[in-house]
């Protein structure tokens, strides 16, 4: 901004959904800030899996190289990230973000390669070099053979590491990417990021009733220089307060306005996008979404009208962390549910348990819907030492870490269930025979983690994944085994059970 400073999980943009998220700045933000905000932001009511962070450096506020914290907060909450590395500087400095890279690769391995959707070199430095910038002061830009050269050093640094698949690009304004003498620029980009805000466009009716009509029109002029390159927006917004901007006017209303118009195109033509800003308090104008930072209720409603349901499989995961004035050994809690919805309903032969469960031969297509729901408490004594994300810490307070998961998958099959696989997941019953279909309540409610056959299989893979107590290989998946537990195991849906290992969901 003027006055501010594709699968997930490791490759590039799907072709199934978005990338949605916000930027997030770096002064004086620390590890918990950044979780809170990631967490905020996946919980935003009536958003949908903003789950995405741009960031513009590499490097921990404070520090001369030192890996910004927004990489582990990243990797405790599953939140995908943009990283940036500030090229508005001389190579001295450069040099910094380029051991911050280095090391952050080094240190956080195939975790935080898995979360990056693509690497940015440098944000509006063009902008800030041109005479539109330096008339605004917008201050130290840079010249396109500089960001050329940056470019290839990022190259050059990734190659044959974690990262050395990822998109390498350049964040700019509309008009600078135009500009033929930043060409060079556009050519030595994987993608172009471009920033545009119709609200500053006080040379053209910038009234917000046509905020949508300007940045679609400056997109499609990117779109014309980009020789089939991505653009990912990773800039725009409307404020929610401040001066008036031409015809533009800054409030909530308005700020609703545009994005319907840009927010929900951007997601039904699942074009990437990271949205200004979360939250943006103190701040004339204020761009915020939220008020304050932990605020997950919007100033303005951000449910798009006309939105298509999904059918397909979506999770979504969030850890909060607090300190608390006293605190035992690690303890969790857990719960989850299973709903069925055969069709038609298999016809013969009942296991037994709480949840029965029919068998028999499915002779037409049989759809399953699961939601599996759960929440993990983890409390931690002084101390203890504890990992998260790669990062080792000894807690100068007792902690308590809250993780939630929300997963629900879609199955249509007609194929049928082995018998091999009969066996008793806790109090929910799991299929017998063939052609069967998961109903009743999940057996991830505190039962046994043992069983026999097949369904003993998921959930051993789960309960591992969860660092269930060596003493009792018979615990439930919520026992954690010493101070220093996994906060955040891998999350098969125990509630599956056997059905899950057959089907893959």
Same mark, same amino acid.
């Given at each position: 901004?003027?006055?501010?400073?594709?699968?997930?999980?490791?490759?590039?943009?799907?072709?199934?959904?978005? #990338?949605?998220?916000?930027?997030?700045?770096?002064? =004086?933000?620390?590890?918990?800030?950044?979780?809170? %905000?990631?967490?905020?932001?996946?919980?935003?009511?009536?958003?949908?899996?903003?789950?995405?962070?741009?960031?513009?450096?590499?490097?921990?506020?404070?520090?001369?190289?030192?890996?910004?914290? *927004?990489?582990?907060?990243?990797?405790?909450?599953?939140?995908?990230?943009?990283?940036?590395?500030?090229?508005?500087?001389?190579?001295?400095?450069?040099?910094?973000?380029?051991?911050?890279?280095?090391?952050?690769?080094?240190?956080?391995?195939?975790?935080?390669?898995?979360?990056?959707?693509?690497?940015?070199?440098?944000?509006?430095?063009?902008?800030?070099?041109?005479?539109?910038?330096?008339?605004?002061? $917008?201050?130290?830009?840079?010249?396109?053979?500089?960001?050329? @050269?940056?470019?290839?050093?990022?190259?050059?640094?990734?190659?044959?590491?974690?990262?050395?698949? +990822?998109?390498?690009?350049?964040?700019?304004?509309?008009? @600078?990417?135009?500009?033929?003498?930043?060409?060079?620029?556009?050519?030595?980009?994987?993608?172009?990021?471009?920033?545009?805000?119709?609200?500053? %466009?006080?040379?053209?009716?910038?009234?917000?009733?046509?905020? &949508?009509?300007?940045?679609?029109?400056?997109?499609? +002029?990117v779109n014309a220089v980009a020789g089939g390159k991505p653009i990912?927006?990773?800039?725009?917004?409307?404020? /929610?307060?401040?001066?008036?901007?031409?015809?533009?006017?800054?409030?909530?209303?308005?700020?609703?306005?545009?994005?319907?118009?840009?927010?929900?195109?951007?997601?039904?033509?699942?074009?990437?996008?990271?949205?200004?800003?979360?939250?943006?308090?103190?701040?004339?104008?204020?761009?915020?979404?939220?008020?304050?930072?932990?605020?997950?209720?919007?100033?303005?409603?951000?449910?798009?009208?006309?939105?298509?349901?999904?059918?397909?499989?979506?999770?979504?995961?969030?850890?909060? /962390?607090?300190?608390?004035? %006293?605190?035992?050994?690690? $303890?969790?809690?857990?719960?989850?549910?299973?709903?069925?919805?055969?069709?038609?309903?298999?016809?013969?032969?009942?296991?037994?348990?709480?949840?029965?469960?029919?068998?028999?031969n499915a002779t037409e297509p049989t759809v399953y819907v699961t939601?599996?729901? +759960?929440?993990?408490?983890?409390?931690?004594?002084?101390?203890?030492?504890?990992?998260?994300?790669?990062?080792?810490? #000894?807690?100068?307070?007792?902690?308590?870490?809250?993780?939630?998961? $929300?997963?629900?998958?879609?199955?249509?099959?007609?194929?049928?269930?082995?018998?091999?696989?009969?066996?008793? #997941?806790?109090?929910?019953?799991?299929?017998?025979?063939?052609?069967?279909?998961?109903?009743?309540?999940?057996?991830?409610? &505190?039962?046994?983690?043992?069983?026999?056959?097949?369904?003993?299989?998921?959930?051993?893979?789960?309960?591992?994944?969860?660092?269930?107590?060596?003493?009792?290989?018979?615990?439930?998946? =919520?026992?954690?085994?010493?101070? *220093?537990?996994?906060?955040?195991? $891998?999350?098969?849906?125990?509630?599956?059970?056997?059905?899950?290992?057959?089907?893959?969901?």
């Amino acid at each position: 901004m003027r006055s501010s400073l594709y699968t997930l999980a490791g490759s590039a943009a799907t072709a199934l959904a978005s #990338v949605r998220g916000f930027n997030y700045a770096s002064q =004086s933000q620390t590890y918990e800030t950044f979780v809170s %905000q990631f967490n905020t932001a996946a919980g935003l009511v009536g958003a949908d899996d903003f789950t995405s962070a741009r960031l513009y450096t590499m490097i921990q506020d404070g520090t001369a190289n030192t890996v910004i914290s *927004a990489i582990p907060a990243a990797i405790a909450t599953n939140t995908t990230l943009l990283i940036g590395l500030w090229a508005s500087e001389n190579q001295d400095a450069f040099n910094n973000e380029l051991t911050a890279l280095k090391n952050a690769i080094s240190q956080y391995g195939s975790q935080f390669a898995d979360l990056v959707v693509g690497i940015s070199v440098g944000s509006e430095d063009l902008y800030r070099n041109s005479p539109t910038g330096i008339a605004a002061n $917008s201050g130290y830009g840079q010249e396109p053979d500089v960001i050329v @050269d940056y470019i290839g050093q990022v190259r050059k640094l990734i190659q044959g590491t974690t990262l050395g698949s +990822k998109p390498v690009g350049h964040v700019d304004t509309w008009n @600078d990417f135009v500009n033929g003498s930043n060409s060079a620029v556009v050519a030595a980009s994987d993608f172009l990021g471009l920033d545009e805000y119709p609200f500053y %466009q006080t040379t053209d009716d910038n009234d917000v009733q046509n905020g &949508g009509d300007l940045f679609f029109e400056a997109y499609d +002029k990117v779109n014309a220089v980009a020789g089939g390159k991505p653009i990912w927006i990773t800039e725009t917004g409307w404020p /929610v307060s401040g001066d008036n901007s031409g015809k533009a006017v800054a409030s909530t209303d308005n700020a609703e306005i545009y994005w319907q118009q840009v927010a929900c195109e951007l997601q039904s033509r699942n074009i990437d996008f990271w949205w200004y800003i979360l939250a943006d308090s103190g701040a004339s104008p204020s761009f915020g979404v939220t008020e304050t930072l932990g605020q997950e209720t919007p100033l303005y409603n951000l449910a798009c009208k006309n939105a298509k349901s999904s059918s397909s499989s979506a999770s979504s995961s969030k850890t909060s /962390v607090s300190s608390v004035a %006293q605190a035992s050994t690690p $303890s969790s809690t857990a719960a989850a549910t299973t709903v069925s919805k055969p069709n038609p309903v298999p016809s013969a032969g009942f296991a037994s348990g709480t949840g029965a469960v029919a068998s028999g031969n499915a002779t037409e297509p049989t759809v399953y819907v699961t939601d599996v729901i +759960k929440t993990t408490v983890t409390t931690c004594p002084v101390g203890q030492t504890l990992t998260v994300g790669g990062s080792t810490t #000894v807690l100068a307070t007792p902690s308590v870490f809250t993780t939630t998961y $929300s997963t629900q998958s879609t199955v249509s099959t007609v194929v049928p269930v082995s018998s091999a696989l009969v066996g008793a #997941v806790g109090s929910g019953a799991v299929p017998s025979g063939t052609g069967v279909a998961p109903v009743g309540t999940a057996g991830a409610t &505190g039962g046994a983690m043992g069983g026999a056959g097949g369904a003993s299989t998921l959930a051993s893979s789960w309960a591992a994944g969860q660092t269930p107590s060596a003493t009792s290989p018979g615990a439930p998946g =919520s026992t954690y085994a010493g101070a *220093a537990s996994k906060v955040d195991g $891998s999350m098969a849906a125990l509630a599956l059970g056997a059905v899950a290992a057959v089907f893959a969901l």
